[in-house]
C-alpha cells in the first residue's frame, strides 16, 4: 500500500509524470542505437557476400573467409534482432502501466469529489448516498480487475512466421523459374538422396565446417552462372 500512495501522496505530480517519460525516453534511445546497428550489419553482411561472389571463382580462400565474416555478423545481427524485441515489449509495457496509473489517479480525484458531495448531504438521503457509494465501489473494482488482468500484447505465434516465410520463399522460387524458365541448380542440388546431403557419423567438425563453406561456394557459383 505505501508504494500505492507515494504515487498520490509521496511523490509530487512532475516527479509522478517524469518518471516512466524518463524510462520511455531512455529505453528509445537504446532502442535507436540498436536499429542502427541492426543497418550497419546489415550493410557488413552485403558487403562479406560480395567479397565472396568475387573471389568465388579465382580466390576459395578469401571467399571462405568472406563467408566466415558473413556468418559472424549475421550471429551478431540475431542476437541484435532479439535484443530489439526485447526493449519494444518493454516500451509497450511502461507505456501500459502509465496508463493504468493515470487511470487510477483519476479514480482518485473522481472519489475526493464524491466525498465533498456527501459533506453536503442531509440524514434524509444518507440511506440513497451509501447505495450510490456501493455501486461505485463495484466499479472501482471491476475497473481494477480489468486494468490488472488485461494483457500487455499478444503473442506472435512461430508456426504462423514460419508458414509465412515459406510462402515468401516459395514467392521467389516460383519467380526466378518464370524468369530462367528452368529448375535453379539449387533446387537439384536438394533433389539428392539423403545420404548424399546427410551428415556424415564420426567426421571431425572442422571437416563438416570445410565442406559447408564448399557448398555455399558451389551455390554462388551456381547463381552467379545464371
Known amino acids: 500500500m505505501s508504494g500505492l500512495w507515494g504515487w498520490f501522496g509521496g511523490q509530487s505530480a512532475q516527479s509522478r509524470k517524469a518518471s516512466p517519460q524518463n524510462a520511455i525516453i531512455g529505453l528509445r534511445s537504446q532502442l535507436d542505437m540498436l ?22 571463382s579465382t580466390n576459395k580462400n578469401a571467399a571462405k573467409a568472406a563467408l566466415r565474416r558473413k556468418k559472424q555478423h549475421e550471429h551478431t545481427l540475431d542476437q541484435t534482432l532479439a535484443q530489439i524485441s526485447t526493449l519494444e515489449q518493454q516500451i509497450y509495457s511502461i507505456e501500459a502501466a502509465n496508463i493504468n496509473r493515470e487511470t487510477l489517479a483519476a479514480m482518485e480525484k473522481a472519489g475526493q469529489a464524491m466525498k465533498q458531495i456527501h459533506g453536503k448531504l442531509n440524514i434524509d438521503v444518507v440511506d440513497d448516498t451509501m447505495e450510490k457509494l456501493r ?84 551455390k554462388l557459383q551456381a547463381e552467379m552462372a545464371m
Do not use: F
Not at 536499429?35 to 560480395?50: F, G, N, S, T, V
Open 135 to 218: 455501486e461505485q465501489h463495484a466499479l472501482g473494482e471491476e475497473i481494477a480487475n480489468a486494468i490488472t488482468n488485461a494483457p500487455l500484447g499478444e503473442t506472435v505465434d512461430d508456426g504462423d512466421l514460419e508458414d509465412e516465410l515459406d510462402r515468401l520463399a516459395q514467392e521467389q522460387l516460383d519467380n526466378k523459374m518464370l524468369k530462367t524458365g528452368s529448375v535453379p541448380v539449387s533446387d537439384d542440388i536438394h533433389k539428392l538422396p539423403a545420404a548424399a546431403n546427410g551428415e556424415l557419423k564420426g567426421k571431425a567438425p572442422v571437416r563438416q565446417q570445410e565442406e559447408d563453406e564448399e557448398e555455399e561456394l558451389r
Open 35 to 56: 536499429q542502427k546497428r541492426e543497418k550497419h550489419l546489415q550493410i557488413q553482411m552485403d558487403e562479406q557476400d560480395a567479397i565472396a561472389r568475387q573471389y568465388v
